[in-house]
């Protein structure tokens, strides 16, 4: 019921080529890939001055109230959202239900060619958590069977 | 629901407060914010409105340190405890790995504790989650208030389930970072058994 979603170095490394062909095709700022209950999962582009985990945790607060305004429409979803911006923008998809990608940009680039791109990346990045979601629910165990309760009272011994 | 990385060798936890309005669970958070190195935490997030009520939700990232070379990360969430705020309740609670029920010990808010965890309990259902079976951990805040009602009333009332349970007064600090590591234990505990 409540699995932990895990991302191995092999995926880790395709999801970010993807974010990285993303960023350099849109011309955008930043492309972030961040999981539905605030995890970020992957970035690409110039992210040093960003805070980037807050930023995952308001855009997935921002994609759960946005589905729950689209259910009391009746709508399953608002599959895209734009944030018009002075300089920057921001454009948010869902992709596949589970993760939301991010793509932050100006004047070097447009909402349209945005748009185009993330529509490609999508359907890539759609593909690619099908693998990581099989993987994860085959593999079943994980780093953490492994650890002991003593590892665990380390953790909290100097606390 | 947890995040393992891999490639950054980080794992990712979501533990959230809950709790009846103005029972301190933004106290907690900005507690536990002001006595953590610099280095340990992230920016604390409040959605508030106005009068400082919380509107969505606080958010603060939080790193405990290593276990087997993983670097382990705890998001703290509260909710909005006000009732009319429960659609935004529902949205926090996905994916949740571990919850802290905060009591308020006074004793007119005890009905407005037994409202909120039962709709803790409704809420967590919706989501496909059974408050039973996750890491939980409650925390009776406000305990040096002159009518705080007595330790044994609230548990009964409160902690049912005889879960691990503490004394708080979030103001002072007192009980809190006991609360936050009884449940990130907790937590970390599932895990292992691969749940």
Redesign the interface.
Same mark, same amino acid.
């Given at each position: 019921?409540? $699995?932990?979603?895990? /991302?191995?170095?092999a995926e880790?490394?395709q999801i970010t080529t993807v974010c990285d062909t993303l960023h350099r095709d849109a011309s955008a700022k930043a492309v972030f890939l961040v999981?539905?209950?605030?995890?970020l999962?992957a970035n690409s582009g110039d992210t040093a001055d960003l805070?980037t985990? $807050?930023l995952a945790? /308001?855009t997935a607060?921002n994609i759960?109230?946005t589905?729950?305004l689209a259910q009391l429409l009746g709508e399953k979803e608002f599959a895209i959202q734009f944030h018009e911006g002075e300089k920057d923008n921001i454009h948010i998809s869902l992709v596949g239900q589970r993760v939301i990608l991010v793509v932050i940009f100006d004047e070097r680039s447009s909402l349209g060619l945005v748009r185009l791109r993330v529509r490609k990346a999508c359907l890539d990045l759609a593909g690619l958590f099908e693998v990581i979601h099989q993987k994860a629910s085959e593999q079943?165990?994980?780093?953490?069977?492994?650890?002991t309760?003593d590892?665990?009272d380390n953790?909290?011994g100097d606390? | 629901?947890?995040?393992?990385?891999?490639?950054?060798r980080e794992?990712?936890c979501?533990i959230v407060y809950y709790g009846p309005g103005l029972c301190g669970k933004t106290t907690n958070l900005q507690y536990i914010y002001a006595k953590t190195n610099p280095e340990a935490k992230?920016?604390m997030?409040s959605?508030e409105t106005e009068t400082e009520r919380t509107l969505?939700?606080d958010?603060l990232?939080l790193s405990?340190?290593?276990?087997?070379g993983?670097k382990?990360r705890f998001?703290l969430y509260t909710v909005p405890g006000q009732v009319f705020y429960d659609?935004?309740r529902?949205?926090?609670l996905?994916?949740v790995?571990g919850v802290v029920f905060v009591a308020d010990s006074q004793a007119e808010r005890m009905d407005a504790n037994l409202e909120s965890l039962e709709n803790l309990r409704t809420n967590l259902k919706e989501q496909?989650?059974e408050l039973d079976n996750?890491p939980y951990v409650v925390q009776y805040n406000k305990r040096d208030l002159p009518n705080a009602v007595d330790l044994d009333y609230l548990k009964r009332y409160l902690n049912p389930t005889n879960v691990p349970d503490y004394e708080g007064v979030a103001t002072t600090g007192v009980g809190v970072?006991d609360t936050l590591?009884a449940v990130?234990?907790q937590v970390?505990?599932e895990?292992?058994r691969?749940?």
């Open positions: 019921m409540n $699995s932990p979603m895990v /991302l191995y170095e880790f490394k999981d539905k209950n605030g995890q999962l805070d985990t $807050s945790s /308001l607060g759960a109230a589905g729950g079943g165990s994980t780093v953490f069977s492994e650890i309760d590892d665990i953790l909290f606390g | 629901m947890s995040f393992i990385n891999y490639s950054s794992i990712n979501k992230g920016k997030i959605l969505f939700f958010f990232p405990l340190g290593e276990i087997r993983f382990t998001h659609a935004s529902k949205l926090i996905k994916g790995d496909g989650y996750l970072f590591k990130a234990k970390l505990i895990l292992k691969g749940r």
